[in-house]
């Protein structure tokens, strides 16, 4: 695979993550479409106590913290996505 073309499936990966949590999360509250909101967070947080990265500087305090939700609509998105590339 060319690295331009490796370019171009990565951004419509996070292109079809992207917009199907949107989506998601856009019908979280339709009765018969809240099941595409479904899905697990992970990663490490950013409260304290729940494993962020803290780094206290005296006048400045850092936080760093990933979270990250999949849904069963970003799932499709990135499906969606993989098949609008293969007809590329």
């Known amino acids: 695979m060319k690295t331009g073309k490796a370019w171009v499936l990565l951004l419509l990966l996070l292109c079809g993550v992207v917009i199907g949590g949107f989506l998601g999360y856009l ?3 339709i009765s018969w479409l809240s ?3 479904y899905g697990m967070t ?3 947080g950013t409260d304290a106590g729940t494993g962020a990265f803290v780094l206290n500087l005296g006048v400045i305090t850092l936080t760093f913290g ?3 939700k999949i849904s069963i609509a970003s799932i499709i998105g990135v499906v969606i996505a993989f098949l ?4 590329l």
Do not use: M, Q
């Open 84 to 87: 609008v590339y293969r007809k």
């Open 66 to 68: 990933l979270s990250i």
């Open 35 to 37: 099941w595409l909101d």
């Open 27 to 29: 019908t979280k509250d």
């Open 42 to 44: 992970f990663g490490l």
